[in-house]
């Protein structure tokens, strides 16, 4: 009989790896005499901080009687206006106001510094994944494609890109063909992850055509389909199908290497958290929460792709 | 469409060669005529070039020189679309090849719906008739891995119907089968060419042949060497070298 592993047993083991691994951090920042303070974090998450109301015009400040609204009548005897809702009222009744002075403020929150980088890197890495695939797709394409010229082109540019640092092309990118052509850090940034990302997509791409039998495309030509409908209803969704695993670890890694546009001053998570740091003197926490967020937006993306292939195996 | 023909040649080969990039002399100044109805069945030795004498008869394999006519329509003219003569020309290949990622039902009506111009209604109520008639109208919602081979065998003669084809061709459509499954593909056929369609049958089925086809040809070595009627042909083998054929597969 096969021995089957007692579950139970291995979990714990599992449980008790991590405990020691979160243990020994702790004791490592303690040789370093290094004091957590993650509370620091959460305004840079999310800022909280109050919303001052500023006085639109002098006047008179009249509070009504349970003291919620504050009503400023302005000197020169227009309509006056009413504000309340403030969780702080700075001012008393039938005080002097001027124009730009505090009233009070009211409770309101705004996402910190390093959600607004995770949005970025969001954008960069979705702008990029679509334009990587189309890009990759053509490339992939031609590689297979009987014309001499769009064969050796793609050949050329797949080895171009994956034979060069990505950080290299990002350079490149901003400070050449960016001043040439005008663009933001963004498209440029962009670009740079499309055109890199692109060139992987293809050898993805190639390779799952390639993989599907040369009858599907007979079968196909035979029933009278061109060679465009052969590869749009028969080739494509095959090869499609087959690429998915390889193209969800590409895709995680245009996630990460989207890190890498932080060089060219693009405010994305990577580059928030290093502005952060700088603000907070905790970079432990920073970078732990940094990677954090990365870890999620890698594991959403995983999980999707997971689920696709899900529903696509029901012809299996 | 084509034009309509009216003629009774529905294939002619003249002096077809072909050699394959690898320098393989694969067909060697073959010429033949099938008429209209015509059941002619292909037998040889493997590697003779019977796959490749047959896929020059819908351009899977471009001749190298020579010329082929179907329905009517020479096949290398410049006026002629390759695409709209293949709608032509049914196939069925020895492995199915049927669209994995496809119902039974979507792989019949998958290339009427995006090459002919026909209703979704006319092409849905075809594929289904068809589909009756090689007896699986009860397996239409299921994928080609969820078939047997003699079933998968069957969508594929239905799919290739599903053009409405004038010519169906035929590469050794039972090989691949287990034996017990050998006979309900082969009914299919009869049953075709019952129906008067004219069928190239490339097969190591002597019994069909015997039985339903109107000539038999032998191919060796690139060469069509006897094109006889199946009495002459399996009594009376008009060449030695088919004699010697038929002692090994008999
Ligand atoms: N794509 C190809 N490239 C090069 N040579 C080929 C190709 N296809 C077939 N051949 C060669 O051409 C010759 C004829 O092959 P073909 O497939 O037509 O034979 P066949 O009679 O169908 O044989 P079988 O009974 O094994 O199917 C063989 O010598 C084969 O090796
Ligand atoms: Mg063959």
Known sequence: ??????????????????????????????????????????????????????????????????????????ENGDMPQSYDSFTEIMVGDGDLVFEGDVIGSKSDWRLGPILNGLIVTLQISLVSLVFAV?????????????????KHLSLLYVEVIRGTPLLVQIFIFYFFIGTVLDLDRFTAGAAALSVFAAAYVAEIIRSGIQSIPAGQMEAARSLGMNYVQAMVYIILPQAFKRT???????FINLIKDSSLVSVISITDLTKAGREVVSGTFAPFEVWFTVALLYLVLTGALSWLVKLLERRMASSD | MIKEY?????????????YYPNGCHALKTVSATIHRAEVVVVVGPS????????????????????????????????????????????????????????????????????????????????????????????RI???????????????????ALAMKPNIMLFDEPTSALDPEMVGEVLDVMKSLANDG??????????????????????????ELLVNEKPDVFFDNPPHPRLEKFLSQVL
Do not use: C
Request: no cysteine; proline share 5%; glycine share 6%.
């Open chain 1, 244 to 250: 998915l695993p390889p193209m969800a670890g590409q």
């Open chain 1, 1 to 74: 009989m096969e021995k089957t592993p007692n579950k139970l047993f291995w979990h714990g083991a599992l449980l008790a790896v991590l405990l020691s691994i979160a243990y020994s951090i702790v004791l490592a920042s303690q040789s370093i005499e290094y004091t957590w303070r993650w509370e620091r974090i959460v305004p840079y998450l999310i800022n909280t901080e109050p919303k001052a109301e500023y006085a639109p015009f002098d006047g008179v400040a009249t509070l009504s009687a349970d003291s919620s609204t504050v009503i400023v009548e302005p």
């Open chain 2, 6 to 18: 009216q003629g009774n040649d529905m294939i002619v080969a003249e002096n077809v060669d072909k």
């Open chain 2, 47 to 138: 590697g003779s070039g019977k796959s490749t004498f047959l896929r020059t008869l819908n351009q899977l394999e471009t001749v190298s020189s020579g010329n082929i006519t179907i329905d009517g329509t020479p096949m290398y003219a410049k006026e002629t679309d390759i695409n709209q003569l293949r709608e032509e020309v049914g196939m069925v290949f020895q492995g199915f090849n049927l669209f994995p990622h496809m119902s039974v039902l979507e792989n019949v009506m998958l290339a009427p719906l995006k090459v002919s111009k026909r209703t979704k209604r006319e092409v849905e109520d075809h594929a289904r008739a068809l589909l009756k008639k090689v007896g699986l109208e009860s």
């Open chain 2, 197 to 222: 369609m004219t069928m190239v049958v490339v097969t190591h089925e002597m019994g069909f042949a015997r039985e339903v086809a109107d000539r038999v040809l032998f191919m060796e070595e690139g």
């Open chain 1, 134 to 150: 189309l890009i990759g797709l053509f490339v992939g394409l031609a590689r297979i494609s009987s014309n001499p010229l769009l």
């Open chain 2, 141 to 159: 919602e299921n994928f080609p891995s969820q078939l047997s081979g003699g079933q998968m065998q069957r969508v594929a003669i239905a799919r």
